[in-house]
């Protein structure tokens, strides 16, 4: 399978939950009667923030990391990245015994860039913009001749987001709805797959920050459209929708629909005192959509995956 361009089937997500298992953390799935009562549904979250590098982005990173061939693995595996992925790209790298080169901007918060080190890989600053990410990483890979691991626009990362939702499906078999935040669409896509794949009709929805919705546009006008992203207190959703994955949520994908960011943060802030859960801004953008009655679950079973839950607990954005 060219890892660049062609969609993975649902056998390629089964074929990563076998790859991952020993490795990924099978995250618990939790309900709550204060979400049930506010949304008149039966609402399930299954929490990525408990997963290991407290993401779900473990799942793709270590499904591609664990794919490559011996010689491929050897010369190492590089990224770009603001935080979680960079986490899941070293850890997994340290599992299969390799070097990991992880390209991260001035913005990461420290509390990324020192895991990331602390997992063993070679940090390499580079400046805000995605053309210094871009360009700093080409200079890695052509000194390296390491194996690029894309955030997200890569069959074998989105194969491996995809088990999550295999896993969801797993423990709640008769789901109606599952809900996933959209930045660059690898959970999304995965997701998707594997819902189209059900026996049971399982509708997907994306969600996405009102003042970064790349995604809901071009869901909307049915081409891929990367301009025009705002700022948003979601910083896991800035990223702009991928190639492989637009074509996947454009087949697959049953909504996208947009939220606040006075949703997000309040949204965010009530899980906290409701579950006694940490989660980031990120996960809060599902929720939020639920407590908007952006989508009627009333009388339906809905599920939340909660992707992750690393922030700075110095920056609480309901402080800030």
Known sequence: MDHNSEIPSFRNVLAAAERISDSAHRTPVITSSYFDQK???RIYFKCENLQKVGAFKFRGACNAIFSLSDEEAQKGVATHSSGNHGQAVAYAAKLRGIQAHVVMPEYAPKLKVNAVKGYGANVVRCENSMESRQSVLEE????????FIHPYDDARVIAGQGTAA????????????ILT???GGG????TAIVAKNHPQTVRVIGTEPETVNDAYRSFKAGEHIIDGNGETVADGLRATLGKLNFRIIHRDVNDIVTVTEEAIISSMRTFWERTKLIIEPSCAVPIAALLENKIDVAGKKAGIIITGG????????WQV
């Open 166 to 177: 295999l896993e969801f499906l797993d423990e709640v078999p008769d789901l109606d709805f």
């Open 39 to 41: 949304t008149g549904g």
């Open 310 to 317: 690393n922030l700075d607990l110095d920056k609480l954005p």
């Open 140 to 147: 890695v890979l052509n000194k390296t001749g390491a194996t």
């Open 181 to 183: 935040p959209v930045g």
């Open 187 to 190: 959970l999304l896509s995965g």
